[in-house]
């Protein structure tokens, strides 16, 4: 049964996050990379929200909103909440902000319960602008300055220059990384998939993300006149290449958990004419087991070099990308499952087959994370939305959460 106190804040929380929508760097549509002007904006928008609950308000170096409730105890470990603000290009309202709206609402929900807590709003987790995770790694304190600060956005502007213009000083980095204070970590975020709605849940609890092993494979041929040469005497590129994708998609069709894409090509020559003579492709793995994920990448690139034996193509591959799963802490799980079955709802738990910051937090501390249905499994894209009962219901499970934590630790 819905609340109304809560409904109300669910309302607000989605409401905030329309608004913060509207803060891009391209009029019309969302779009907000790693420390662009408009991330001044949002921060001014969640800064008031924070110093309305009291919480005393930072940027550390790396860009990331930070708002510390007080606690009585100088020395007692503080709940770490929050998600990301960056988006993709043309992105929609509710990935990841939603998450630090949400946690803006569990603040106040919960004061009562003398929980020291951190909200951060991360200021990078999408990568577009240079690369994933800016923002929690380094609060994680994996940020790898030499290497980071030196990448270039397409601008040409180093990482190190936007830091500086943004008004922060890139040499205190390492001041943002969390200590042993930190009792765990805590992410709301949209499933931004279709499983919750094929199975008509609101929520779910998160078990571990999805590890990840990325190449760039090639499919080199020869060039050669389309209306010339004949079909038995082509060694066709895109051919090979096509005849692996269609492979590809079969594996992973086949096997429980695999999602396997070919979500990128480069094609020469590229004229209607002319026989293709090379394609190099992005193409990705994940699942949740690490040896699933690594025996499939084998099996299909192996599959790739049989396809271009027979077709007389030389074929290339270069690992770009292999991050192991990672799993959310049992505990701090099983209390966010407890929470849900407690409401009365299925206790789902699932896997998590993007990356999101709870990935790189878990690293440093215990992180625990909660899905909302996605209506039509939509986001990256405008038409992303929420249901107002999905949201309150995560509120609720939140609150639970949180209540139980405390409870623990007294």
């Not at 996050?17 to 019309?28: F, K, L, S, V």
């Not at 990078?124 to 609060?139: I, K, N, Q």
């Not at 895109?238 to 480069?266: C, D, F, P, S």
Request: hydrophobic fraction near 45%; include cysteine.
């Amino acid at each position: 049964m819905s609340e109304p106190v809560l409904l109300e804040r669910a309302r607000r929380a989605i409401a905030e996050c329309r608004r913060i929508a509207a803060m891009t760097e391209e009029p019309g549509r969302t779009t907000r990379r790693f420390l662009t002007p408009p991330v001044h904006h949002v921060h001014e928008l969640l800064r008031r929200r924070m110093e309305s609950l009291g919480m005393s308000v930072a940027i550390d170096a790396a860009g990331n909103l930070r708002g510390l409730t007080q606690p009585a105890d100088a020395n007692a470990k503080r709940l770490v909440l929050g998600s990301h603000i960056d988006t993709v290009p043309n992105a929609g309202a509710f990935d990841g902000i939603l998450g630090v709206t949400l946690a803006l609402e569990l603040v106040e929900l919960t004061q009562n319960l003398k929980l020291p807590m951190e909200l951060i709003a991360f200021s990078d987790e999408e990568g577009v602008r240079y690369m994933p995770f800016l923002g929690s790694r380094a609060v994680a304190g994996r940020f790898d300055a030499p290497t980071l600060l030196s990448l270039r956005d397409r601008e040409g502007v180093t990482m190190e220059q936007a830091i500086r213009a943004f008004g922060l000083d890139p040499g205190r980095i390492g001041e943002a990384a969390i200590g042993d204070e930190a009792l765990g970590f805590f992410e709301i975020h949209i499933e931004q998939g279709p499983v919750l709605e094929a199975e008509g849940l609101s929520v779910a609890a998160v078990t571990s993300i999805a590890g990840q092993s990325r190449f760039a494979v090639k499919f080199a041929g020869h060039a050669n006149h389309a209306g010339t040469t004949p079909m038995h005497l082509r060694r066709d590129a895109l051919a090979g290449a096509a005849e692996w994708i269609v492979e590809v998609e079969a594996y992973a069709r086949q096997t429980e958990g695999l999602v396997a894409t070919v979500g990128k090509l480069g094609l020469e020559p590229n004229a209607g004419n002319v026989i293709p003579g090379s394609v190099t492709l992005g193409f990705e793995v994940r699942h949740a087991n690490d040896p699933v994920r690594k025996e499939a990448a084998e099996a299909l690139l192996e599959r790739a070099k049989a396809i271009a034996a027979r077709r007389q193509l030389v074929l290339e591959s270069d690992c770009r990308m292999d991050q192991p799963a990672v799993p959310m802490d049992e505990q701090l799980t099983a209390f966010l499952t407890e929470a849900i079955g407690s409401l009365g709802m299925p206790p789902k738990r699932m896997p998590s087959g993007a990356g999101h910051d709870a990935m790189v937090m878990a690293a440093r501390m215990p992180a625990a994370m909660l899905f909302l249905r996605s209506p039509g499994g939509i986001s990256h894209h405008p038409d992303e939305i929420v249901r107002e009962e999905d949201v309150e219901i995560a509120l609720r499970v939140g609150q639970k959460f949180v209540e139980r934590l405390a409870a623990e630790i007294r």
